[in-house]
C-alpha cells in the first residue's frame, strides 16, 4: 500500500514556492509511472505541471483529481518552529510548508489512485492533473492543462479538488461551488494646491473617501440559495503625502470583491464605473479604475457528484458533509468549464501560516475516502 504521510512528507521537502517546482511533480511523476500512469509534463511560461492518465484516452468513464504542489512563501523564517521544508512529525502533526495547502491532498490522492489501479483495475480511466501554479497567477497552470487536454482530445467526465474544505472536524464540509472574485484599482487625480486654500485646488483625496463610502456601503445583495451574501472590502487606501499643509493631485485606493451568482464580473465592473462617473461629475476629479475579474462565481448543483462524495466521506468518518460554496477562489474554478467539480479535503486551520501542519490521523482518512469514491464511481 502506498503511504500517504510518507508520500506527504516527502513533497514538504521540495521546496515548491511558486513558481518553483522544486523537484515535486519528479516524484509524483515516478511514482505515478510506476504504477502504469502515462505522465506528460505540460509546462508553461516558467511553471510546471502534470498530466497523468492510467486507462485509455476517451474513455467513457474517467474520472479526475485537480491539486496543486506549489506553496506560498514562507514569510519570516525565523518564526518557524521547524524547518519549514522539513517534512518534520512530531506531537501528532507533520510539519511545514505545504502540509495543509495542499500537499497531503496530492499525497492522499496520488496513494488512493496507485493503489486503486493496481488492486482494482476499472473499466475507464483515472486522471491525476496537479499543476505548479495555483498560488501564484494561475495563468500557466491548470489553465495551460485543460488548454492541453483540449488539444490533445483528453477528456474527464468529472473531477474531484483535493483542496483543505473542512473548518474544523474532518468530513465536517465539501464545496460545490465558488464565489467569484474581482479587484478594482482606483486612482483619482485632482489638484494640488495649499491646505489653506482648497477652494484654488481639487481635493482628490475628498473624491476617493467620497467613492468608497458608496462602494462600502451599498448591500450588493442578501445571498442566493445556495451562496452568501456577496462583499466588498475596501483593503487599501494610499496618498503618500508626507506633508500636511498640502492637498495632493494624487489618491489611489483598492477594493476587492467576492460574488455570488447574482452578478457577473461584467455586471459588477458596469457598476464600480457608474458609481465613479457619478464621483467625477460631482467633484471634478478624473477617476480612473482598473479591474481585474479573477473567476466568476460558479456551482455544481447538488447531484450525483456530490452524493458520491458525500457518501465516501460519511462512509469513512461517520461525518455528512455541508454542501457549501464559502471561502475564496480554487482552480475548481477553470474545471468547471470543462465537466462537473466539486471540491474536498482536510481540515485548513494552518494553511499559509507560520508553522504550518497537517494532523497526522487526517491523512490516511483522506485517503480512504479518495479510495472508495474511486470504488463507488467505478462499480
Same mark, same amino acid.
Given at each position: /500500500? ?26 509524483l511523476e515516478k511514482l505515478l509511472s510506476g504504477a502504469g500512469f502515462v505522465c506528460t509534463r505540460v509546462d508553461r511560461g516558467g511553471v510546471s505541471n502534470l498530466y497523468a492518465r492510467w486507462g485509455e484516452k476517451g474513455a ?43 500537499? +497531503? ?43 492541453? /487536454? ?22 465536517? /464540509? ?6 467569484? +472574485? /474581482? ?17 484654488? =485646488? ?43 499643509n498640502v492637498i495632493p493631485a494624487e489618491a489611489r485606493g483598492t477594493v476587492n470583491i467576492r460574488f455570488n ?62 454542501? +457549501?460554496?464559502?471561502?475564496?477562489? +480554487?482552480? =475548481? ?47
Amino acid at each position: /500500500m502506498t503511504d500517504p504521510v510518507a508520500l506527504t512528507a516527502d513533497l514538504i521537502r521540495c521546496a515548491s514556492v511558486t513558481p518553483e517546482e522544486g523537484g515535486a511533480l519528479v516524484l509524483l511523476e515516478k511514482l505515478l509511472s510506476g504504477a502504469g500512469f502515462v505522465c506528460t509534463r505540460v509546462d508553461r511560461g516558467g511553471v510546471s505541471n502534470l498530466y497523468a492518465r492510467w486507462g485509455e484516452k476517451g474513455a467513457a468513464k474517467t474520472f479526475g483529481f485537480n491539486g496543486h504542489t506549489d506553496v506560498v512563501p514562507l514569510g519570516d523564517v525565523a518564526a518557524w518552529s521547524v524547518d519549514p521544508f522539513g517534512g518534520e512529525i512530531k506531537d501528532g502533526f507533520l510539519w511545514g510548508r505545504g502540509a495543509t495547502d495542499m500537499k +497531503s491532498g496530492v499525497a492522499a490522492f496520488a496513494a488512493a489512485a496507485v493503489d486503486f489501479v493496481r488492486d482494482t483495475p476499472p473499466e475507464g480511466a483515472v486522471v491525476l492533473a496537479i499543476t505548479g501554479d495555483e498560488e501564484g497567477d494561475a495563468l500557466d497552470g491548470t489553465v495551460a492543462l485543460l488548454e492541453w /487536454m483540449e488539444h490533445e482530445g483528453e477528456a474527464l467526465s468529472v473531477c474531484l479538488v483535493g483542496e483543505p474544505t473542512c473548518p474544523d472536524t474532518m468530513g465536517e /464540509m465539501m464545496k460545490i461551488g465558488r464565489r467569484g +472574485s /474581482m479587484t478594482a484599482w482606483i486612482t483619482v487625480r485632482g489638484e494640488q494646491g495649499h491646505s489653506a486654500y482648497p477652494h484654488r =485646488a481639487n481635493n482628490p483625496v475628498t473624491a476617493l473617501v467620497r467613492l468608497m463610502d458608496r462602494l462600502a456601503s451599498l448591500e450588493l445583495d442578501q445571498g442566493t440559495g445556495h451562496f452568501d451574501a456577496s462583499t466588498l472590502a475596501i483593503t487599501t487606501v494610499d496618498v503618500g503625502n508626507p506633508a500636511t499643509n498640502v492637498i495632493p493631485a494624487e489618491a489611489r485606493g483598492t477594493v476587492n470583491i467576492r460574488f455570488n451568482d447574482a452578478h457577473t464580473g461584467a455586471s459588477l465592473s458596469d457598476w464600480l464605473l457608474g458609481e465613479a462617473a457619478k464621483v467625477e461629475a460631482e467633484t471634478g476629479a478624473k477617476v480612473s479604475m482598473k479591474i481585474k475579474i479573477s473567476g466568476e462565481s460558479f456551482i455544481t448543483l447538488p447531484g450525483p457528484l456530490s452524493d458520491l462524495v458525500a457518501a465516501a466521506v460519511t462512509a469513512e468518518t461517520g461525518v455528512t458533509p455541508v454542501l +457549501s460554496t464559502t471561502g475564496g477562489t +480554487s482552480d =475548481a474554478r477553470f474545471v468547471k468549464n470543462h465537466c462537473p467539480v466539486v471540491e474536498f479535503g482536510l481540515v485548513g486551520k494552518t494553511m499559509h501560516q507560520v508553522d504550518e501542519r497537517v494532523d497526522l490521523a487526517q491523512i490516511p482518512v483522506l485517503k480512504a475516502i479518495y479510495g472508495r469514491i474511486l470504488q463507488d464511481y467505478f462499480a
